[in-house]
């Protein structure tokens, strides 16, 4: 098991940052991946960043590249989500994710309670 605890969401205006931050214990060899996904009102949740868990690696959805930056800290046990220049289509949940994929949430099996991120214009 694994669990995941967000934090750092908040109101900002337009053209603000922001910072989220995902602290993770349990069984964290269980990870290949962790992410960022978000879920706007009445809309499908979706992905946003991952970090894969050996090499680093780092992916991003098209509507944030530029603009956020995933990273973590394995001592810490922590995973960031930076966010530049927001706008107010990035208002949503967002919430952190460990588990086996990159872009599909059916590929992280583990999920934290989610943060509320809103961006007014």
């Known amino acids: 098991q694994v669990q995941l605890a967000e934090s750092g969401g908040g109101l900002v205006q337009a053209g603000g940052s922001l910072r989220l931050s995902c602290a993770y214990s349990?069984?964290?060899?269980?990870?290949?991946?962790m992410g960022w996904f978000r879920q706007a009102p009445g809309k499908e949740r979706e992905f946003v960043a991952a970090?894969?868990?050996?090499?680093?690696?780092?992916y991003y959805a098209d509507s944030v590249k530029g603009r956020f930056t995933i990273s973590g800290d394995n001592p810490q046990r922590t995973l960031d989500l930076i966010m530049n220049n927001l706008i107010p289509e990035d208002t949503a949940i967002y919430y952190c994710?460990?588990?086996?994929?990159?872009?599909?949430?059916?590929?992280?099996?583990?999920w934290g309670q989610g943060t509320q991120v809103t961006v007014s214009s």
């Open positions: 349990g069984h964290t060899f269980l990870i290949n991946f």
């Open positions: 970090l894969g868990a050996s090499d680093f690696s780092t």
């Open positions: 994710a460990a588990g086996d994929g990159i872009y599909s949430d059916s590929m992280y099996g583990y």
